[in-house]
């Protein structure tokens, strides 16, 4: 994990983008929020022919639900991260010009009257950055706990098929169709998620 | 940055900073005022961003920075006052005294620390120490909400973009040569002065006042005759040529 921005001017398109492909993300976590609802009809439906499969749709419920929050989580963090990121970049920037000035004015008759606001500059600017690097390591923290879940829905969807392919004939076809679209959508979320980190590490 | 005094007496002085061969090319060139009291400073349109470190070096040589307690701004163009933000951070107990109508818009440039005082459209007058300092309106001259400054012991205004004229790097920081001057000048009013109207408003008000110095936010300064000069000038241009 990177600890700090390494280009602070690029550093606040890029965090404001991976807010933006989170939507995505949201949008395949309802999907397997609705493929759950319809698993857990078809699991009632069925009775004790696919009784194995129960607890497999309540994985399913909480993944999207605990998916749902950490895009929530995700975005919100994203968004503070490029706050605090151009919030960065001005303090930096500020700190350069009462440098420039200082430098300036080293025979001036008042130029000592600068030194505490140049000083003053200098610590805003270096509490900006270790408060973005704060957010930062939030950030790739919750990214990292978003892929662990993918992670755990890939075992989970293996583990379905096999359970998909000994449920009874008339329920086959529809568990492994609760599977596959499971699966995509873990996929989809985990390149989703890898994006995002690739943003952010640029 | 190029500093010349203005006009220096027991209870002030006025000082013009400009002409600064550091600045930024396509940067348009800028004169910044101070006025120095006894106790206090006044900065007249401070200057753009990326004048900032230039201006606040060049102003520490003659005074410490504690004493500038206010600053003002006759509009709200980036050239004026875009280093409004860095400012903040430098005086933040200062006060800004900038037109009402700008507030929320010059709060843009950041505005956090320092008080804005908003002057109202008939203009006021302050006063810091000795000296009395008055805004006097010059709306639509270019800005819809605009001010000029004067100070009527040293007999100076400053005149904000009214009598700007674009000129060459290095050139003369007073008017020499007003008859030469003119062609510098013309485009820029009759481009963005919008109103004859307006116009005639403010050469009214400013017929009045006993000026030595007319001292524009750009180009160079005028003294005494040239000042009448540039008035009846102005006042025969056609301005707000931009419709065709």
Same mark, same amino acid.
């Given at each position: ?16 983008? !991976? ?6 993300? =949201? @949008?395949?976590?309802? &999907? ?6 319809? +698993?857990? #009809? ?28 950490? !895009? ?6 994203? =968004? @503070?991260?490029?706050? &605090? ?6 303090? +930096?920037? #500020? ?36 408060? =973005? ?70 | ?244």
């Amino acid at each position: 994990m990177q600890s700090g921005p390494r280009n602070s001017a690029h550093f606040f398109i890029n965090a404001a983008t !991976v807010a933006a492909e989170l939507s995505v993300v =949201l @949008t395949e976590a309802k &999907n397997i929020s609705l493929e759950a609802m319809n +698993a857990k #009809a078809l699991v009632a439906r069925a009775g004790d022919n696919v009784r194995t499969f129960k607890p497999i749709t309540d994985f399913m419920v909480e993944l999207a639900n605990d998916t749902i929050w950490l !895009v929530k989580e995700i975005n919100r963090e994203a =968004l @503070t991260l490029s706050r &605090n990121s151009l919030a960065d970049l001005h303090s +930096a920037d #500020a700190h350069e010009r009462f440098k420039k000035a200082q430098e300036r004015s080293k025979t001036a008759a008042f130029g000592d009257t600068l030194d505490s606001i140049a000083q003053e500059a200098s610590n805003r600017h270096h509490q900006q950055t270790m408060q =973005l690097r704060r957010h930062m390591r939030k950030l790739f923290e919750l990214l990292d706990e978003i892929e662990s879940r993918m992670l755990a829905a890939n075992v989970v969807t293996a583990t379905s098929r096999l359970e998909a392919a000994t449920a009874a004939d008339s329920y086959q076809a529809s568990l492994e169709g609760i599977v596959v679209k499971l699966e995509k959508a873990a996929n989809r979320i985990k390149h989703i998620a890898s994006k995002c980190r690739h943003s952010l590490e640029r | 940055m190029k500093v010349v005094k203005l006009h220096e007496s027991r209870s002030h002085e006025w000082l013009v900073f400009g002409r600064d061969e550091e600045r930024p090319s396509k940067i348009i060139d800028t004169n910044q005022y101070m006025i120095k009291t006894t106790n206090h400073a006044i900065m007249l349109d401070p200057g753009g961003i990326e004048l900032f470190s230039a201006m606040l070096a060049a102003v520490v040589h003659h005074v410490p920075v504690q004493q500038i307690t206010h600053l003002f701004a006759s509009h709200q163009d980036p050239d004026i006052i875009s280093s409004l933000g860095l400012w903040d951070k430098t005086l933040p107990h200062a006060e800004l005294h900038a037109p009402w109508l700008w507030e929320g818009f010059l709060r843009h440039f950041g505005c956090n620390s320092i008080k804005y005082n908003p002057l109202p459209d008939e203009g006021k007058s302050i006063r810091l120490d000795e000296v009395e300092l008055q805004f006097i309106p010059a709306h639509y001259m270019h800005s819809s909400g605009n001010f000029s400054v004067y100070d009527p012991q040293a007999k100076i205004l400053m005149s904000g973009d009214i009598g700007a004229a674009l000129l060459p790097d290095g050139a003369p920081l007073f008017v020499e040569d007003f008859d030469a001057h003119v062609d510098k000048m013309r485009l820029f009013h009759q481009r963005w002065m919008p109103s004859n109207r307006a116009k005639k408003d403010w050469i009214r008000r400013v017929r009045q006042l006993d000026i030595k110095y007319m001292a524009p936010q750009h180009g160079a300064i005028f003294r005494d005759r040239d000042v009448v000069r540039f008035l009846d000038w102005l006042d025969e241009l056609e301005v707000g040529t931009g419709i065709a």
